[in-house]
């Protein structure tokens, strides 16, 4: 018999406090912060869904990896075993590690990057699309039109556009020096990609002789929407998918502090010998030995652990219906939010939710901010702050106005989410009270960070 309830499939283990605070104390610590919820203290934060990057909690056979970890500077063992991990679920033929997927992202572009060149994509994330733009390439978004409509229900509305892929390869011949598809895409609500869509962007990249890489970081994820919602897959593993997956690519980024279970970490894996020759020596000069990339051994191990864990059937589960368990109620509640419900986190439609704001008064700045002044629930604007500033210098809307309550894993009980939807809803009631936002400071790149805000009274 099953029942309703999906219980966490793990006991707590050791709890850590939440300091509670007041709105006022709240009201202050954000005008402190200029309205930058990245520069609040955590200390001051109840629920903190800003990011599920490093965020999660590590289970008691990942600690029991740390102490097993060896921090030799060259031919770690504890490398091996990482190495092997890897390769259990992404067989190829290079691995290298770095400190984070960032990292990866580095050294990939500046190996493959340049003026000149076009990277297309789903849809890029941010520290990717800047990494790119650093060297002087453009990055491009191709995602299918439902990935850029909140309310569709279409289930892979991470596909990559096929149709628009393929005019942009005959249009970019010779310039295009990767394709890559994130998995689950983040920027257009934690959305799937298919194995078909996978399949069919391979068979382009190959036609025109152009390698496909993944940027992979919520790979089980991804790999546990195909199970559920892709024809002819409900019967496989998660891991059988992964590989799959993996092997329609010639490489990819990572960024362990998602899906493997990871503090911190990463790694950049790919088939092709010179170009993996290439990103070992930028990896000495920036990063470490190739044989621990900016980690220590004890990372190493604990994300070994982690990719076991993450591909278990019971906890994926549990992951994806707890996230569907808090976009459901406040669908239930009126609050618009991206659908189908993503796998690591609910996106508010802040656009919808506050469409007397314009976009270039940053709406979905405006709710993040309302979210933690009410309740203390730190989210993450995914939209015009995030997106809005062009490589010239110009500003424009992005696609979509979201905010991001992404939830770490094995951290929140269900009583935390019901509060989280509580908060929600009183923001709801009160919407068209909240005002704009303008910049005050900002930086040239990857501005959302550090940039300040006053509201527009």
């Known amino acids: 018999?099953?029942?309703?309830?999906?219980?966490?499939?793990?006991?707590?283990?050791?709890?850590?406090?939440?300091?509670?605070?007041?709105?006022?104390?709240?009201?202050?610590?954000?005008?402190?912060?200029?309205?930058?919820?990245?520069?609040?203290?955590?200390?001051?934060?109840?629920?903190?869904?800003?990011?599920?990057?490093?965020?999660?909690?590590?289970?008691?056979?990942?600690?029991?990896?740390?102490?097993?970890?060896?921090?030799?500077?060259?031919?770690?063992?504890?490398f091996e075993i990482f190495r092997s991990a890897v390769q259990e679920?992404?067989?190829?033929?290079?691995?290298?590690?770095?400190?984070?997927?960032?990292?990866?992202?580095?050294?990939?572009?500046?190996?493959?990057?340049?003026?000149?060149?076009?990277?297309?994509?789903?849809?890029?994330?941010?520290?990717?699309?800047?990494?790119i733009e650093y060297t002087g390439a453009a990055a491009v978004d191709l995602v299918i039109a439902q990935g850029r409509d909140a309310a569709s229900l279409h289930p892979f509305k991470g596909n990559m556009d096929v149709a628009a892929l393929a005019a942009f390869l005959d249009e970019h011949a010779g310039q295009v020096p990767a394709v890559f598809v994130t998995i689950t895409n983040n920027s257009g609500g934690g959305q799937p990609v298919s194995l078909e869509n996978l399949r069919q962007t391979r068979d382009l990249c190959r036609r025109h002789g152009v390698p496909l890489f993944l940027d992979a970081c919520r790979f089980a994820e991804n790999a546990w929407f195909i199970?559920?919602?892709?024809?002819?897959?409900?019967?496989?593993?998660?891991?059988?998918?992964?590989?799959?997956?993996?092997?329609?690519?010639?490489?990819?980024?990572?960024?362990?502090?998602?899906?493997?279970?990871?503090?911190?970490?990463?790694?950049?894996?790919?088939?092709?010998?010179?170009?993996?020759?290439?990103?070992?020596?930028?990896?000495?000069?920036?990063?470490?030995?190739?044989?621990?990339?900016?980690?220590?051994?004890?990372?190493l191990e604990a994300l070994a652990q982690g990719l076991k864990e993450v591909v278990d059937h019971d906890y994926l589960r549990y992951r994806i219906r707890s996230t569907a368990y808090l976009g459901e109620a406040l669908l239930a509640s009126g609050v618009p939010v991206v659908q189908p419900i993503g796998g690591h986190a609910v996106y508010l439609d802040a656009r919808t939710l506050l469409a007397h704001i314009p976009p270039l008064q940053y709406p979905g700045q405006a709710l993040?901010?309302?979210?933690?002044?009410?309740?203390?629930?730190?989210?993450?604007?995914?939209?015009?702050?995030?997106?809005?500033?062009?490589?010239?210098?110009?500003?424009?809307?992005?696609?979509?106005?979201?905010?991001?309550?992404?939830?770490?894993?094995?951290?929140?009980?269900?009583?935390?989410?019901?509060?989280?939807?509580?908060?929600?809803?009183?923001?709801?009631?009160?919407?068209?009270?909240?005002p704009g936002y303008r910049i005050v400071a900002e930086p040239k790149q990857l501005r959302h960070f550090t940039a300040r805000f006053e509201p527009l009274r």
């Open 1 to 78: 018999m099953e029942f309703k309830t999906i219980i966490e499939p793990f006991r707590i283990h050791s709890v850590a406090p939440l300091r509670m605070t007041t709105p006022g104390q709240r009201q202050q610590a954000v005008a402190a912060a200029g309205y930058n919820l990245f520069a609040l203290h955590s200390d001051d934060v109840m629920i903190d869904l800003l990011t599920d990057s490093g965020t999660g909690a590590m289970s008691r056979d990942q600690w029991a990896a740390i102490q097993h970890g060896d921090e030799s500077y060259a031919g770690s063992p504890s």
């Open 89 to 131: 679920l992404f067989p190829f033929k290079h691995v290298i590690p770095t400190h984070q997927g960032r990292a990866a992202e580095k050294i990939i572009f500046t190996a493959i990057g340049g003026k000149g060149r076009v990277i297309p994509s789903n849809t890029h994330f941010d520290t990717t699309r800047a990494n």
């Open 227 to 299: 199970r559920e919602r892709e024809p002819g897959q409900h019967d496989r593993t998660v891991a059988d998918i992964v590989r799959e997956m993996a092997c329609l690519a010639d490489g990819m980024t990572m960024s362990a502090k998602k899906d493997p279970m990871g503090n911190i970490g990463g790694w950049l894996a790919l088939n092709d010998d010179e170009l993996a020759e290439q990103c070992r020596n930028l990896l000495i000069l920036t990063e470490g030995f190739p044989t621990y990339g900016g980690l220590a051994g004890r990372d």
């Open 368 to 434: 993040a901010v309302a979210l933690y002044e009410a309740g203390g629930v730190r989210g993450c604007e995914i939209g015009t702050v995030m997106f809005g500033r062009q490589a010239d210098g110009s500003e424009r809307p992005a696609a979509l106005d979201l905010v991001r309550l992404a939830i770490p894993r094995r951290t929140y009980t269900q009583s935390h989410i019901d509060y989280v939807i509580e908060v929600c809803q009183h923001v709801a009631g009160i919407a068209r009270q909240l």
